[in-house]
């Protein structure tokens, strides 16, 4: 029999996880530039030379009682060699496989529901299935080997786990072994998976200095929708002067960008499950951009409010899938300080935006050159974006090679097909798993709900002060709309030190990443939040009493916008960071819902801003706020605390982590008797 191969540990993609795991690979090579390891026996046909398909390339091989060709779909951990079989040593550690497999396969856009967890837990519970969806006993000493390959047809036993029908585990002599562990219902040597763990297009396999270069694209594209998003807060007085309207109608500037906010992520997340993200983000930054002229050249105030709509409606897709984009290229690992750049530039946007205004109106510019400089930068970003920005959604890289596969072999390939093909693609299956799965999580998730009504707040916040700091700084301290604007850098320097120390807290969460083989609690990732929660209450009080007295020294003021900013950036990136951790597969749903409402409350914001703060006065306004956050800022301990429970009952978190602590639990327990013996016979 040709055993299959098995690469050392260390050698596969650049995953947290492959440290402490074997990675294993036995699969076809369609494509020159693949090399073949010594080890194996079972050599790997080009398309050129195989005129066969691979259906019956695989029926031949097992009749001839050697392995079917296979794919690799991700890390397998934790794999012994017993003959020529690979096996997994334990359900837990096939469960911690599958996990890995889902996500390099689907990022947080995972196409699959999930499957009830079982009311009883346990590790898995392991049953016999036949191909008809039939249980029976427990698990037999003598197993027989999995004949759904390449259509072959006849009795095929497989183990999997009872609570997910998408595990299916090959058995073997020696007993359940690995198999082909797909995420796919359908398993069999046609669904198309990488060459290996070091195949090139694999995004978690490209180097780290091109991750950083997209990165960093992506981070440019959302400093400067976010940038649009405040720039215009400036230009209130001017358009209402130009079009003689009402001061409510010229806060509708702001929000009807914020509005746009909300009703983007429901067509642009999907999609770019759909087509890939990369021509989502074509299509968005070219729209983005052109509807700026509307808004430069605007003859009446509806002309100016639909455009700004448009802009924020189509603008807001790099807020929405950039961070998917972080997720597809990084690791857990590397995601942290990524994360972190990224997050930075969502709030440094709207900081520079009032910043930048304010000195174009201030030097008596038209106030139109506002909204010309903003079609330049996002000019500017679009032209570097249609080039250089690569496909990194791994459905849609791996459905263009089955295509150019079926290209190169038309008869030999013609079977072959990816995981993105073999899905529901009618508008009511794309509908139920996209639009809706955001709002069935927001009402069945506590942590889900929770998490987005603080970062609401929070939010709706940092767009309050657009409306707030002309009334403190220009109103009580005498301010020009330049110097007011220059306020603003207090925000930036404190999120940009949010930044730092949330960088300084993701060093402790690698460290954890060994212990819990790739899958450390996600409350760890609430430490920055346990310190930006209460800063931003603190900040708030400052603000609005040192703000509401002229005797009181404008700089003194000033100082509190660098505990403001340092809360909200640590909260956001800590909360966040906490959504993608607990929800994993399915934490791009829990993105839209969050993106959904806050980008609502944050258009809600400005429209009464000025009036809470002119009718309650500067400190009674920010008392309000403050005690608002006051009433959240327990939230992060108590997550951190009760979180793992909250996570046990969830239908959409994983949870693997409470399954490992088990197990370590079980681990220093045995070494704890051990130790106990060993004392006794001493």
């Known amino acids: 029999m040709a055993s299959t191969t098995e690469y050392p540990s260390g050698q596969g993609p650049s995953s947290a996880r492959s440290s402490r795991s074997s990675l294993t690979f036995a699969g076809p090579s369609h494509s020159q530039n693949s090399t073949q390891t010594p080890s194996s026996s079972h050599p790997r046909p080009h398309p050129s030379s195989t005129p066969t398909s691979l259906a019956s390339d695989s029926r031949s091989d097992l009749q001839q009682g050697n392995p079917p060709h296979r794919w690799f779909y991700g890390p397998a951990r934790s794999v012994s060699r017993s003959g020529s079989s690979i096996q997994l040593q334990t359900p837990l550690e096939r469960e911690i496989s599958r996990t890995e497999q889902r996500i390099q396969m689907y990022g947080g856009d995972c196409i699959h529901d999930p499957a009830p967890k079982p009311k009883t837990p346990s590790l898995l519970s392991w049953r016999r299935r036949s191909d008809g969806g039939g249980s029976g006993s427990a698990c037999a000493a003598a197993p027989r080997r999995l004949s759904r390959v390449g259509g072959v047809s006849g009795p095929s036993p497989v183990v999997s786990d009872g609570s997910d029908p998408d595990l299916r585990i090959e058995e073997t002599e020696e007993g359940p072994g690995l198999g082909l562990v797909s995420p796919s219902e359908t398993l069999d040597s046609n669904l198309v998976g990488w060459d290996g763990p070091d195949d090139p297009a694999n995004p978690q396999n490209w180097s780290v200095k091109y991750k950083w270069f997209i990165t960093i694209l992506c981070s440019i594209m959302t400093l400067n929708v976010t940038f649009a998003s405040s720039a215009p807060s400036v230009t209130t007085s001017e358009i209402r002067a130009r079009f003689g309207t009402s001061k409510e109608v010229s806060y509708l500037v702001t929000a009807m960008f914020l509005i746009g906010f909300v009703i983007g992520p429901l067509p642009w997340g999907p999609g770019s499950e759909i087509v890939g993200r990369r021509p989502i983000f074509v299509i968005t930054m070219f729209a983005y951009t052109v509807f700026h002229l509307g808004q430069t050249l605007a003859p ?55 910043i930048i205004a304010g000195f174009i109106i201030q030097d008596g510019i038209s106030w139109r050159w506002v909204f010309w400089i903003m079609m330049f930068f996002a000019a500017g970003c679009t032209l570097i974006t249609i080039p250089l920005l690569p496909e990194t959604y791994v459905p849609i890289i791996l459905l263009k090679k089955v295509k150019r596969l079926r290209k190169e072999d038309p008869v030999g390939n013609k079977n072959l097909y990816a995981e993105h093909e073999n899905q529901d693609w009618s508008f009511r299956g794309v509908i139920n798993r996209t639009l809706f799965r955001p709002f069935i999580m927001l009402a069945m998730e506590p942590i889900l709900v ?121 909260i956001f990136m800590g909360f966040l960071s906490y959504l993608v951790d607990t929800y994993l597969m399915y934490s791009a749903s829990a993105f839209s819902a969050n993106t959904i409402c806050r980008s609502a409350v944050a258009a809600a914001f400005p429209l009464f801003t000025v009036q809470m703060f002119t009718n309650m006065g500067i400190g009674w306004a920010c008392t309000l706020i403050g005690l608002v956050a006051a009433v959240f800022m327990p939230s992060p301990f108590l997550f951190y605390k009760y979180g793992a429970r909250i996570r046990e009952k969830s239908r959409f978190a994983p949870c693997i982590d409470l399954k490992i602590k088990k197990e370590l639990e079980e681990e220093e327990r045995k070494e704890k008797e051990r130790a106990g013996i060993q004392e006794v016979k001493v």
Not at 316 to 343: F, K, Q, Y
Not at 504 to 509: D, H, I, M, S, V
Not at 518 to 527: D, I, N, Q, W
Not at 551 to 561: D, E, F, G, H, K
């Open 300 to 354: 009446n105030i509806q002309t100016l409010l639909v455009t700004r709509f448009l802009c924020g409606f189509f603008g807001v897709a790099p807020v929405t899938n950039c961070g998917g984009v972080i997720a597809d290229i990084w690791s857990a690992e590397g995601r942290g300080p990524a994360t972190s750049l990224w997050t930075a530039c969502v709030f440094l946007g709207p900081v520079l935006g009032p």
């Open 450 to 570: 929770l998490v987005t009504i603080y970062l609401s707040i929070v939010y709706g916040l940092l767009y309050a002060l657009f409306q707030a700091f002309p009334i403190i700084f220009t109103v009580r301290h005498g301010f020009t709309i330049s110097q007011t604007g220059l306020v603003f850098v207090g925000v930036g320097i404190g999120t940009t030190l949010g930044s730092f120390v949330n960088y300084l807290t993701t060093l402790k969460y690698n460290k954890l990443i060994p212990k819990w083989r790739g899958f450390p609690p996600a409350e760890e990732r609430l430490l920055g939040a346990m310190i930006g929660a209460p800063a931003l209450v603190v900040g708030t009080f400052w603000m609005g009493w040192t703000g509401n007295y002229s005797y009181v020294p404008w700089y003194v003021s000033a100082l509190s916008t660098i505990v403001v900013g340092f809360g909200i950036s640590l």
